[in-house]
């Protein structure tokens, strides 16, 4: 099927694969010195991990309709959490893991209510919830940094298996566990169905409420996993984390519906994402670009990943109906074949 | 035709000749000539299909119509320049957050003084000014969705007449009057007259002829793209008007022996909605069912009730003989009935999904296997069975149902329950914006799967339909069902005749109830 693999190769489909190939020629030129290091490409596996798996679980609730803006302070929440538990409280490893899940799910299943039950717009509710989160960010920490989270905690962010750290491994556990609930599962249609038409999926019996509860608390849960594994690795509780974790996810989770899914949110192309721009990013760090590179990147693609998706629809659209045309006017035979060989 | 209220110098405000307009495969108007003179009020009737919108849109600019049209508007013929159309549709573009003055205030161009403090005082006693110009009292600072419907519409026609320099413009009012009672109507129609009094013409549509005979001057009635009539007040009669409206053909029904009826599928009492006062309903096994009326009759909120998706609630329901709680959508399939919407984009389907994905939410749970894994293999063979049972075109499972025509949108909407094999399958409008070709297709799977045994209730605005393809069909008109006809009866012009009704009936409050069957479709009404 050459049409098929042709489709699949198509810039539409994997641009951000082309986009990184040419900026790694670039860089690869620009500042071969340091761009070709492996250890370059090492700490950028490693430092993208959190943000990569934050972007997973975000992908989870917009899918479901549901946009969670209190994402980036789950994670300072998390990340302060088991600080707290495993130093102030004393707890024992596994349950202040156990614990912290817990929580980030709480704080999920009350934005789930808010938007739910309340029919508080998931834009203000969640954030609302971040300001909240905020305040109880200082409040557990008194805004001052948890020290001491013991080396078997730092374990989680540091261990290496084949030269990377554990959480990109994480990462990859968690991504195949998302990927395969929404897109190889009855639950998962179900929650795309519900983000692509609220109503249609209620009344085609979809529960659309459990629905968005469900994945608002599995968003926060994922949500505090990495916070976690962001104090894991830099061996302190930081109450100030969060907040910067927010646009990041928010760009790789719709540049990575504009990759393989044809405008879907989806795992895989979330994934890549992050690591493009992770990668424009450190390459334009290392040929001596400003401090504010970072934000200006994150926030020019996530412009242009969702002005891209929208001119992507209407353009597919409007093909559409220029086939449909050309079908009616041609006999249906002649247009039969325009429309096939078009599509 | 009618220009007996023009004099010499009092050219008309607008003159339509020989205006057609054709879309592929159908002529929605073919020639058609009207003029609209100074202070007329003109009603436009014609039933479901008969190339009033069509009109409205033409006039509109929505759409262009074939060559050799002529549209023209008149000079007001005081050196005032010329005359505009205005147009209120039955939504009437009003922002209900904002206050009257605020809404008047929308359509005017600010100018250099977009800036400068908006002029409240003065503005306030304006809008009163010209919503009292209208005959009615209205609290100008409240938001205009704490107002009445009627209220509304005269804020709305008030709006446009705000921003007429002159007086001679014709104002087009498409159904204004479908969401509006006895007392309402009343107000609304004082405004209306004063508009024309002030020497607008006014096109004004509606399906409620009672309305028409008390308002306009002049009735002009289309069927099929063609206008049949045009004739000035005093010139006809209710029954005249249904008469045109229907036309005469009454096509011999077909001799069918009606089948003998199945066991009761559904059987509901009760039900009550916004728009329904009150309604009862037996659908039987292997029967199709219509229920027929025009818009604001009730018919639209029949369906959605009996699935537990619209605002309305049953007292009682009893489904294959099993008695239940009034349903909400999950308990409604999981007890046999499927429910196809009027509103395909926003109630029917999941557009951006693909047509395989669609066809198979409602009913997944044969698709799963270990550990909720969907079995793809066994979906996409399934899928293709039934796109090729419904004959999808073109027949490609993955594409996504926005890009299909809607005729085969709704093919897909139709095979995604006709697959969970429902005892009753509820539909609205089922050939709403579904091409010629796809509305014959349609039919045929509504007949087979009533000969497989479902019960079929279809609601629709088009007559034509109904009396194609039911076994019977309920009339409603005013949220109350006012006539019954069964197959050996069952004509496209008395269904229309029944559910415009009598002039009295529809405007009386206690005069309505009226259940018991008609057995001759020309005696339904007789109160002209």
């Not at chain 1, 910067?244 to 890549?272: C, K, M």
């Not at chain 2, 005249?240 to 029904?253: K, M, P, S, W, Y």
């Not at chain 2, 077909?254 to 037996?282: F, H, M, N």
């Amino acid at each position: 099927m050459p049409e098929r693999i042709a489709r699949a190769l198509s810039f539409r489909n994997i641009s951000a694969l082309y986009i990184f190939v040419v900026m790694f020629i670039v860089f690869s030129i620009w500042v071969p010195d340091t761009f070709l290091q492996w250890n370059t490409w090492k700490a950028l596996f490693d430092s993208q991990a959190v943000t990569a798996i934050l972007a997973i679980g975000l992908v989870i609730s917009i899918t479901a309709g549901a946009f969670d803006l209190a994402i980036g302070t789950e994670l300072g929440f998390g990340a302060i959490v088991v600080a707290w538990f495993l130093v102030d409280k004393g707890v024992g490893l596994v349950p202040a893991i156990v614990f912290t899940l817990l929580a980030g799910g709480l704080v999920g299943l009350v934005n789930g209510l808010l938007v739910t039950k309340a029919k508080i717009d998931s834009f203000i509710a969640t954030l609302g919830m971040s300001s909240v989160l905020l305040a109880a960010i200082a409040w557990v920490s008194s805004s001052q940094q948890i020290l001491g989270v013991g080396s078997s905690f730092e374990d989680l962010g540091t261990a290496e298996i084949f030269g990377l750290t554990l959480p990109v491994f994480l990462m990859l556990a968690v991504g195949l566990v998302v990927w395969y609930v929404l897109e190889k599962t009855a639950l998962g249609r179900r929650v795309y169905a519900t983000g692509g038409n609220i109503e249609a999926a209620r009344l085609a019996g979809v529960r659309v409420s459990a629905v968005i509860i469900g994945s608002l608390v599995s968003c926060g849960v994922i949500a505090v996993f990495a916070g976690m594994l962001e104090t894991a690795s830099i061996g302190s509780g930081d109450p100030t984390v969060g907040p910067s974790y927010l646009l990041p996810a928010f760009s790789a989770a719709f540049l990575g519906s504009t990759q393989f899914r044809g405008g879907r949110f989806n795992v895989w192309g979330t994934i890549v994402a992050v690591y493009v721009l992770a990668t424009g990013v450190k390459g334009l760090q290392l040929a001596g670009a400003p401090i504010w590179i970072p934000n200006l990147f994150n926030g020019a693609a996530l412009l242009l990943a969702v002005g891209l998706a929208k001119y992507e629809a209407t353009a597919t659209r409007a093909g559409a109906i220029r086939r449909l045309l050309r079908f009616d006017r041609n006999r249906p035979d002649g247009g039969r074949s325009a429309a096939e060989g078009a599509s | 035709m009618g220009r007996q209220r023009l004099t010499q110098q009092n050219q008309p405000l607008l003159s339509v000749r020989g205006l057609s307009k054709t879309f592929p495969g159908l002529k929605a108007l073919d020639d058609v000539s009207l003029e609209v003179g100074s202070g007329e009020i003109i009603a436009l009737v014609g039933q479901n299909g008969s190339g009033k919108s069509t009109l409205v849109k033409v006039l509109a600019g929505v759409h262009q119509p074939d060559p050799g049209a002529e549209i023209a508007l008149g000079e007001s013929g005081d050196g005032e320049g010329q005359a505009g159309l205005h147009f209120i549709h039955q939504d009437l573009g009003l922002v209900g957050t904002l206050s009257t003055i605020e809404n008047f205030d929308l359509g005017r161009s600010l100018g250099r003084s977009a800036l400068m403090p908006a002029p409240v005082r003065a503005e306030a006693k304006r809008a009163q000014e010209l919503v009292a110009g209208f005959g009615a009292e209205i609290d100008v600072r409240a938001p205009v969705e704490k107002l009445s419907a009627a209220e509304r519409a005269i804020v709305a026609i008030a709006r446009a007449l705000d921003g007429w320099e002159h007086p001679r413009n014709v104002l087009v009012l498409d159904e204004p009057t479908a969401s509006l009672h006895g007392e309402e109507v009343d107000k609304l129609f004082v405004a209306v007259r004063r508009v024309a009094e002030r020497g607008a013409g006014v096109i004004f549509i509606s399906h409620r002829l009672d309305e028409v005979i008390e308002l306009a001057d002049r009735v002009v009635c289309l069927r099929d793209g063609k206008l049949i009539a045009d004739v000035p007040r005093g010139g006809y009669d209710h029954d005249d008007l249904v008469e045109l409206i229907a036309g005469e053909a009454l096509t011999a029904a077909e001799e069918v022996a009606p089948r003998a009826p199945g066991k009761p599928v559904l059987r509901a009492r009760g039900i009550r909605a916004p728009t329904i006062a009150e309604l009862d309903l037996e659908l039987h096994e292997g029967e199709i069912l219509g229920v027929s009326g025009v818009l604001g009759s009730g018919r639209e909120e029949v369906a959605a009730t009996l699935f537990g998706a619209g605002l309305g609630e049953v007292d009682e329901l009893e489904i294959d003989g099993v008695a239940t709680r009034a349903l909400d959508p999950r308990r409604a399939i999981a007890a046999g009935v499927a429910y196809v919407p009027g509103d395909r984009h926003r109630e029917g389907a999941v557009m951006k999904m693909t047509a395989r994905e669609n066809m198979t939410l409602p009913r997944l749970r044969g698709l799963r296997r270990f550990g909720g894994r969907l079995d793809g293999r066994a979906e996409r063979q399934e899928v293709d069975g039934w796109i090729d049972r419904v004959a999808v075109r073109p027949a490609e499972p993955e594409r996504a149902l926005e890009l299909f025509s809607g005729g085969n949108q709704q093919k897909v909407v139709l095979a995604k329950w006709l697959r969970n094999e429902p005892k009753a399958l509820l539909m609205d409008e089922p050939t709403q914006g579904v091409d010629v070709g796809a509305k014959a297709g349609i039919f045929e799977l509504i007949a087979h799967a009533a000969a497989a045994g479902a019960g079929v209730l279809v609601c629709s605005s088009d007559a034509k339909e109904l009396a194609l393809i039911c076994d019977r069909v309920l009339v409603m008109r005013d949220g109350y069902v006012v006539g019954e006809m069964s197959k050996s009866n069952l004509s496209e012009a008395g269904l229309v005749r029944a559910g415009l009704g009598g002039g009295v009936a529809s405007k009386n409050g206690g005069a309505r109830v009226d259940q018991k069957p008609e057995t001759e479709p020309e005696g339904v009404q007789n109160n002209a």
